[in-house]
């Protein structure tokens, strides 16, 4: 994983652009805390826990009619942070701040799955920023802890809701969703 570290938030801005393009699809980059990051491609294992959760994800989201993005950036306003969360549920045809950054106070839910270089920032820094952007509910999923944990219901700039399980116990998610993740089927 690279990272950059600079003071001058549209100078780091410029950078996150110029290095997404440059590297297209191959690499993940976001810009976390100050910080261009540059991640390493997702293992098997972290693209099959993914999937097990899309799986659990999508009948609901196509009954209701949301749209599972994968691979976006959720914009958390101007001078913040950009991330490009495994998962990103929102609803059809959300505000857009760019054709791939949708805005962050417009998804329904935020899913990490932690690899060994994100753990800081998945548990930490992105927890903080999405709470404060509105992100109304984040899952992290933490193969390494054996957790799941919800954070929901942001209000001034932090989340009033969590929820952490051991991964093969349930973990209700929260309204508008009435369903429960099965966090023994994200594991195998």
């Known amino acids: 994983m690279a990272i950059e570290r600079l003071g001058d938030h549209a100078e780091l801005e410029s950078i996150y652009y110029e290095t997404g393009a ?19 491609v997702p293992t098997a294992e972290h693209a099959r826990i993914v999937y097990r959760l899309l799986l659990q994800l999508i009948p609901m989201v196509t009954e209701r009619g949301w749209e599972i993005l994968p691979d976006i950036a ?10 490009r969360p495994d998962a990103t549920v929102v609803p059809a045809d959300p505000p857009m701040w760019q054709p791939d950054e949708v805005y962050a106070h417009a998804t329904l839910l935020v899913a990490e799955v932690v690899s060994k270089s994100s753990t800081h ?3 930490i820094v992105k927890p903080g920023q999405c709470a404060v952007a509105g992100v109304p509910a984040y899952l992290v999923i933490d193969t390494f802890e054996g957790r799941a944990r919800l954070l929901s219901h942001p209000h001034e ?22 369903l429960t993740i099965d966090t023994a089927k994200l594991v195998g």
């Open 74 to 83: 959720i914009f958390l306003g101007p001078q913040m942070d950009r991330y």
């Open 157 to 178: 700039g932090r989340y009033g809701q969590e929820v952490s399980v051991a991964l093969g116990e349930p973990l209700a998610l929260p309204e508008p969703w009435r």
């Open 121 to 123: 920032d998945d548990h």
């Open 22 to 40: 440059r590297l297209e699809s191959r690499r993940k980059v976001e810009l976390v805390n100050g910080r261009v990051v540059v991640r390493e």
